[in-house]
């Protein structure tokens, strides 16, 4: 599995390929552009500034929902990371 890029760097490689920023196609910019068109096929992580983007896969969503639910609520004992999953995304992980 490939590591995250930083959105930063996501919008400068898009710039040097195509020739100009994402900005000139898509106003509100590459976030909102992965948010609204390819959220099933890119995850963030992170927020604002600090975001870094990723392939999607059901094992890095997994792991991205762990990371803030945690953030969230706070240690969470791991037999109930399961229920709490379920619960929230109405399926089991897979």
């Known amino acids: 599995q490939k590591v995250p890029v ?19 196609e898509h106003k509100q910019g590459m976030r909102n552009l992965i948010e609204t068109r390819l959220g099933d096929r890119l995850l963030l992580l992170g927020e604002h500034n600090d975001t870094f983007v990723r392939i999607h896969t059901p094992a890095a ?8 639910t945690v953030q ?4 969470i004992l791991i037999s109930m990371i399961g229920r709490l999953y379920h619960e929230e995304k109405g399926h089991d992980f897979k």
């Open 72 to 75: 969230e609520k706070g240690p």
């Open 61 to 68: 969503a997994a792991m991205q929902w762990v990371r803030t």
């Open 6 to 24: 930083h959105i930063a760097k996501l919008s400068q490689i898009y710039a040097k390929a195509i020739g100009h920023s994402i900005k000139v």
